[in-house]
T-cell receptor, first 114, second 111 residues
Framework: GQQVMQIPQYQHVQEGEDFTTYCNSS?????IQWYKQRPGGHPVFLIQ?????EVKKQKRLTFQFGEAKKNSSLHITATQTTDVGTYFC??????????????FGQGTILTVHP | DAGVIQSPRHEVTEMGQEVTLRCKPI?????LFWYRQTMMRGLELLIY????????DSGMPEDRFSAKMPNASFSTLKIQPSEPRDSAVYFC?????????FGPGTRLLVL
């Protein structure tokens, strides 16, 4: 079945350092979504990328969708303690009708040391 | 607008007891998802509904788990009998297209 893999599983950074997490799908995706889960919280939608090679920015966060639409990345510039959490990528079900089902990556847990 | 509502937020029960988790999706959303999250297994999709109809329950771990969606504004996930290994955070999420909106979760501890 469809698999979505993320690396790294954990990342520890000093405040002010940059951070990148990578997402790879076993199948071509129609779109890729990113979610953030704060410690003790629930996953919250951040952004959706649809076009091949698309790049979107949200303040210090930069999201990219690969040309082949099978991989994506999230880059945070100059991390802050508020960036702490788990970042998930997710892609819709491959083939057929998905009814909104997403396959989530296992997430990257980011810790930021002040 | 209210987001996805889940109750209870926390549940502590003893092994063998029945546990019922409740979810109210965002009004107008037509898909509802139940997830379980643990440190060991991450975020797992248990079952999902579209227009109140179960579409895929292949993620339900055992017959002890059951889920219903009697109408568009309410769903339940039931565990009977509960076991200590069921301890986890259970999330409900709803969607209209492909973006999912998660509820705050129910933290379940089975002693």
């Amino acid at each position: 079945g469809q698999q979505v893999m993320q690396i790294p599983q954990y990342q520890h950074v000093q405040e002010g350092e940059d951070f990148t997490t990578y997402c790879n799908s076993s199948t071509t995706l129609s779109n890729i979504q990113w979610y953030k889960q704060r410690p003790g919280g629930h996953p919250v939608f951040l952004i959706q990328l649809v076009k091949s090679g698309e790049v979107k920015k949200q303040k210090r966060l930069t999201f990219q969708f690969g040309e082949a639409k099978k991989n994506s990345s999230l880059h945070i510039t100059a991390t802050q303690t508020t960036d702490v959490g788990t970042y998930f990528c997710a892609g819709p079900n491959a083939g057929g009708t998905s009814y909104g089902k997403l396959t989530f990556g296992q997430g990257t847990i980011l810790t930021v040391h002040p | 607008d209210a987001g996805v509502i889940q109750s209870p937020r926390h549940e502590v029960t003893e092994m063998g007891q029945e546990v019922t988790l409740r979810c109210k999706p965002i009004s107008g959303h037509n898909s509802l998802f139940w997830y379980r999250q643990t440190m060991m297994r991450g975020l797992e999709l248990l079952i999902y509904f579209n227009n109140n109809v179960p579409i895929d329950d292949s993620g339900m771990p055992e017959d002890r788990f059951s889920a219903k969606m009697p109408n568009a504004s309410f769903s339940t996930l039931k565990i009977q009998p509960s076991e200590p290994r069921d301890s986890a955070v259970y999330f409900c999420a709803s969607s209209l297209q492909e973006t999912q909106y998660f509820g705050p979760g129910t933290r379940l501890l089975v002693l």
